[in-house]
């Protein structure tokens, strides 16, 4: 009997961390497919990623397209590459997400993505502060 419970606290065990990838490669794609669409100027499949917050404030996604680049957040619009550094999970349906990019001239970026998990819907942004940092990428 306790060797069938061992293995079974070890499948657990095993499970969970696989568990949190699945959930970790969710909330990626989702900020994946929001800068792809951002740098298709695909502004509707970009307000699609975004939070019920941004998707109420913005009927037009070109308006929304405009918006983030009027405000600050042309280098995640014009990015040529990004990549993922660590996330946290605050909570059971609020995570934060680094993401390190390359901007249209080789400068390099921060960007802090707010992940919120809406109901019936998934993760979505629900906020970014991006900040530019020393160096030139490739």
């Keep these: 009997m ?4 061992a293995l079974a606290f ?5 499970m969970l961390p696989a568990q949190a990838q699945t959930e970790e490669q969710a909330w990626q794609a989702v ?4 800068i792809e669409a951002f740098r298709a100027g695909d502004g509707e499949a970009a307000l699609g990623f975004a ?7 913005f009927s037009d996604p070109e308006v929304f397209l405009a918006a983030i680049v009027a405000t600050g957040y042309g280098p ?3 990015s040529r590459s990004h990549s993922f550094g660590p996330s946290t999970r605050l909570s059971e349906t609020l995570v934060t997400q680094v993401v390190q990019l390359v ?3 080789g400068s390099l970026y921060e960007a802090f993505y707010q992940m919120r998990n809406e109901p ?3 993760w979505r942004v629900a906020g970014v502060v991006l900040r530019k940092q020393p160096g030139i990428g490739i």
């Design 51 to 57: 939070g019920a917050g941004f998707r109420q404030q």
């Design 120 to 122: 019936d819907i998934g």
């Design 31 to 34: 900020v994946s497919g929001q």
């Design 76 to 78: 995640i619009v014009g």
């Design 2 to 5: 306790r060797v069938v419970l």
């Design 10 to 14: 070890m499948l657990l065990t095993l």
């Design 103 to 105: 901007g249209e001239d």
